[in-house]
């Protein structure tokens, strides 16, 4: 049996209006946004799951929700991650490479759609379909092996949206 450590994908909570703000990379959170997210990253937490680190996008929305997992005690460890603002899985491969031998803990990454879907599609099937949507605060949950690539080796376990977990 192959060795695997898990990955979370987990998209910002509800963001102000798309074009309603002079630079998008400081749309907020909305206050109903970061309820929402704070009941998820509870009921995560109720549900045991602990993070090695958190890595997110440096937009605001991403960081104020990898905030919000972290206050609720999922992980000490938050670090953010250009490639997960611009979608670039080649980019985020290499860190993976790097940071994962030494890892004992899930991952978790904070980002957007259409990225975070696309790179799960990509670590499960090796390429991207446009078969799974990630609502916003909800939740992606990928085994990966640890040895060679993810790419297409990867197992899905947990798809949900935040409503299932409220």
């Known amino acids: 049996m192959t ?15 798309f074009g309603s703000y002079a630079d998008d990379t400081l749309r907020p959170l909305t206050t109903a946004g970061q309820h929402k997210t704070r009941q998820v990253a509870d009921r995560l937490a109720n549900l045991g799951l602990q993070f090695g680190q958190i890595l997110t996008s440096p937009l605001l929305r991403a960081q104020q929700t990898a905030e919000i997992l972290q206050a609720a005690g999922l992980c000490q ?9 611009t979608g670039d899985f080649d980019r985020w491969l290499n860190w993976w490479a790097t940071w994962h031998p030494t890892a004992t803990q899930p991952l978790a990454l904070v980002g957007h759609e259409p990225s975070l879907s696309q790179w799960a599609e ?10 799974i949507r990630l609502k916003k605060a909800g939740v992606i949950g990928l085994s990966l092996p640890t040895s060679g690539s993810p790419v297409g080796q990867s197992v899905l376990f947990w798809l949900t949206p935040p409503k299932f977990l409220l």
């Open 122 to 131: 990509l670590l499960v099937w090796g390429r991207v379909n446009h078969a």
């Open 3 to 17: 060795a695997t450590l898990d990955l979370y994908l987990i998209r910002h909570g509800l963001a102000g209006e």
């Open 77 to 85: 460890q938050v670090a953010t991650a250009e490639c997960l603002a």
